[in-house]
């Protein structure tokens, strides 16, 4: 029996020692917490405190403090000579200068013992008056506290997710909720707060740890007959799961890192077809300027946009022409490079250069967007919007019946006529726009959570490879398949900051009867 144990932590430490040659000199990703005490590496932190609401002036501001002296900070200044108060109840009581005992201000007061915190260790909360001067006082009068020191820039979070209370992709949902814009930002950064993106990782790390743990315990006692047939063929089908779910993951067209960061939307076109008018007429503001002059924007003109929720990042160009001015020349080389870098085109045209004929002007229009658009046999007219714009310039009549004849024609994108000296048709315009944009960037609630962050992608596609890496050495080296899916775990790991070979010990004694 000894020695069958033996052969047991052979194979996993082999595991782990080639996980600890391939990341000396890292620090781990993350401290393990204990069952005794606060997580290692936090027992002996320092305490820190901070201005947790917004700076600024306001009606209340919240100060918070973390760490084993936040205990000592709270009695002292809140005057709580019987002892603390009742974990999360509010408290008013007077805030003083515990050198001085000046009353700074009166207010409420939380305590928050540890585990139950949001960075896992004793905290506490002053809630106090916004202005500057009493957020100042008390944040002295903090500072005087033995132990206590002043916070760094994301030290409380950086706390929880040292403390086990949050994964790293919670982490990064936490701060994507903090700058969230626009309502699907919100939606987006809220459902990766709450863990759901985390916990899709988690189950894959765990169905590759017990892969790993099955073709670990094949290379040690398959010789011996103490592993059952078909070991093989289950992690062989779960691999296969595992690749086909992970390719459908990344093959969202970034639909969550365009809505984190923002849809880049280009207004492109000839010059003077108006499209700094159309940049102005969004943004309601006089972001470029405008004059009959042709060549009159030379640079990208950009200004943030939320179209019904939806973060835009609204770019004018510079005309599209021949010029012998080497200042336009480069703005139109800038202007048909973010062409090229476009989630979403808006081509402009000058409604009085249309031909009067339909069929002639959908010629032209199609011709026109092979001249705009980055040159390719087939333009991407699903990438792009055409506008029309000056239809104030034509009768109603004909206005009514290109929008009719255009509604006809096949291989066009969706047109829209609007001028923007009246405003005519620039709603159903809006409408056009924010279904593009809605469709570029997906429903945030709806179906499996979407990647949002470049990292997240580069290590899956990582974990992806190396799953590869096991496909092609199951036949030819075991030990470099397993390899393979050690790689991938690894990557996993990387994602969520959970990384670590020793969990694959308990798999193995849970699913294996060692001397059966």
């Not at 936490?174 to 969230?180: F, K, N, S, V």
């Not at 596609?461 to 899916?485: H, K, M, S, W």
Request: glycine fraction near 8%; charged fraction near 25%; charge should be negative.
């Amino acid at each position: 029996m000894i020695v069958m144990l033996s052969s047991i932590y052979r194979g996993v430490w082999r595991a782990a020692a080639a996980h600890t040659l391939r990341t000396r000199g890292t620090p781990p990703c993350r401290f393990l917490p204990t069952c005794d005490g606060p997580p290692v590496g936090l027992a002996d932190a320092d305490t820190i405190f901070a201005l947790s609401s917004g700076h600024g002036r306001c009606g209340v501001a919240v100060i918070r403090a973390s760490g084993p002296a936040s205990a000592t900070a709270l009695k002292c200044m809140a005057g709580l000579i019987s002892g603390l108060p009742p974990p999360r109840t509010a408290l008013l009581r007077s805030i003083t200068d515990p050198q001085t005992k000046e009353v700074l201000d009166r207010g409420l007061v939380l305590w928050f013992p540890a585990p139950h915190s949001f960075t896992g260790e004793d905290s506490a909360e002053f809630h106090i008056h916004g202005g500057s001067a009493v957020i100042t006082a008390v944040l002295q009068a903090l500072g005087s506290v033995p132990g206590m020191r002043p916070a760094e820039a994301g030290e409380f979070t950086r706390r929880a997710f040292q403390a086990g209370k949050l994964g790293l992709t919670e982490v990064e949902g936490l701060g994507d909720l903090i700058h969230a814009e626009t309502e699907a930002q919100r939606r987006q950064a809220l459902r990766q707060m709450s863990g759901e993106l985390g916990q899709l990782y988690q189950d894959w790390s765990h169905r590759l740890k017990r892969c790993l743990a099955h073709v670990e315990a094949f290379i040690d006692f398959s010789e011996d007959e103490l592993i059952e047939d078909g070991v093989l063929n289950h992690v062989d089908r779960s691999v296969c799961d595992l690749q086909e779910e992970m390719e459908r993951h990344l093959k969202d067209e970034r639909r969550g890192e365009r809505l984190r960061s923002g849809v880049q939307v280009v207004i492109a076109g000839a010059t003077n077809a108006g499209k700094s008018s159309l940049l102005n007429t969004l943004c309601q503001r006089p972001a470029a300027i405008v004059s009959p002059i042709a060549g009159t924007t030379r640079d990208v003109v950009e200004t943030a946009l939320d179209i019904g929720g939806f973060p835009v990042l609204l770019s004018d160009t510079a005309g599209l022409r021949e010029s012998p001015d080497l200042v336009e020349r480069e703005g139109v080389r800038r202007a048909r490079e973010r062409v090229e870098q476009a989630d979403l085109t808006l081509v402009v045209v000058d409604c009085a250069h249309l031909p009067t004929e339909a069929q002639q002007a959908a010629a032209f229009l199609q011709g026109h967007l092979r001249s705009v658009l980055p040159t390719q046999e087939q333009p991407e007219t699903d990438r792009c919007l055409l506008v029309l714009n000056k239809t104030d310039l034509l009768p109603q009549e004909q206005r009514q019946k290109l929008a009719r004849e255009l509604g006809r024609v096949s291989g066009l994108p969706p047109v829209s006529l609007i001028s923007c000296h009246t405003d005519e048709g620039l709603q159903d315009f809006l409408t056009v726009l924010h279904s593009s944009v809605k469709t570029l960037c997906g429903d945030p609630l709806s179906g499996a959570p979407t990647l949002t962050q470049a990292r997240h992608r580069a290590h899956l596609q990582q974990c992806f490879t190396a799953l590869a890496q096991y496909q092609q050495y199951r036949d030819i080296d075991l030990a470099l398949a397993a390899e393979g899916v050690r790689l991938a775990l690894t990557s996993l790991g990387r994602i969520t900051g959970r990384v670590g070979a020793e969990e694959i010990l308990d798999i193995i004694f849970k699913d294996f009867c060692i001397g059966k």
